[in-house]
Nanobody, 122 residues
Framework: QVQVVESGGGLVQPGGSLRLSCAVSGIIFSIYTMGWYRQAPGKQRELVAAISGGGSTNYADSVKGRFTISKDNAKNTVYLQMNSLKPEDTAVYYC????????????????WGQGTQVTVSS
């Protein structure tokens, strides 16, 4: 069973940067596809970025050019570098994993971690 612990959120001014981390256990990390998701108040959770076991990446249009997903197989950790943050990036950010393609990351998951809050405000 996948277990994740997200960290790195906080309060940042518009235009600032944050780096989120997600420590993963319970799976063969190197072959799983990892995804970062976010949920803003009153909105559905959305997929922000995904990275396959082979390192291919995909991003939501709203974050392309600003966010970068990466992973360290030796540390079983996936990262989300967020630059040029906007108030509309404010949300709780979650990560999850699936033994499937990037396209499958849009489907539901049975379990989620506690997430990490990102607030972009002046």
């Amino acid at each position: 069973q996948v277990q994740v612990v997200e960290s790195g959120g906080g309060l940042v001014q518009p235009g600032g940067s944050l780096r989120l981390s997600c420590a993963v256990s319970g799976i063969i990390f190197s072959i799983y596809t990892m995804g970062w998701y976010r949920q803003a108040p009153g909105k559905q959770r959305e997929l922000v970025a995904a990275i396959s076991g082979g390192g291919s990446t995909n991003y939501a249009d709203s974050v392309k050019g600003r966010f970068t997903i990466s992973k360290d197989n030796a540390k079983n950790t996936v990262y989300l570098q967020m630059n040029s943050l906007k108030p509309e990036d404010t949300a709780v950010y979650y990560c999850n994993a699936r033994a499937g393609t990037i396209e499958t990351m849009q489907y539901s998951f049975p379990n989620w971690g506690q997430g990490t809050q990102v607030t972009v405000s002046s």
